[in-house]
């Protein structure tokens, strides 16, 4: 199991940067991917970026692409999200999400891609 905790997540006003970061630990594998996830009250949890461990490959929601970008530091086992540029529409809780030892490319996008999830953080983004 892998534990995972958020942090650096606050309220900010539009146009502002946050950075937010997940650190792993726990059970480690070779080959995994990671992801961040938000929900917003009233809506389901959207997908937000997602990243693969070892080759560091990038996905991105359409809704953050230019804005955000998603990193690890695989010293520290901890994943980052660093947003910039931030909108009212942003505000949700952001969630960290760790696969298992194997994963499916096309499930990276859907909460039911991950196998272990953080604790969220929330943003809050002021107009």
């Known amino acids: 199991q892998v534990q995972l905790v958020e942090s650096g997540g606050g309220l900010v006003q539009a146009g502002a940067s946050l950075r937010l970061s997940c650190a792993a630990s726990?059970?480690?594998?070779?080959?995994?991917?990671m992801g961040w996830f938000r929900q917003a009250p009233g809506k389901e949890r959207e997908f937000v970026s997602a990243i693969i461990w070892s080759s560091g490959y990038t996905a991105y929601a359409d809704s953050v692409k230019g804005r955000f970008t998603i990193s690890r530091d695989s010293t520290k086992s901890t994943l980052y999200l660093q947003m910039n540029s931030l909108k009212s529409e942003d505000t949700a809780v952001y969630y960290c999400?760790?696969?298992?030892?194997?994963?499916?490319?096309?499930?990276?996008?859907?909460?039911?891609?991950?196998?272990?999830w953080g604790q969220g953080t929330q943003v809050t983004v002021s107009s």
């Open positions: 999400a760790a696969t298992g030892q194997s994963f499916v490319y096309g499930r990276l996008r859907f909460p039911s891609g991950y196998d272990n």
């Open positions: 726990g059970r480690t594998f070779s080959n995994y991917a």
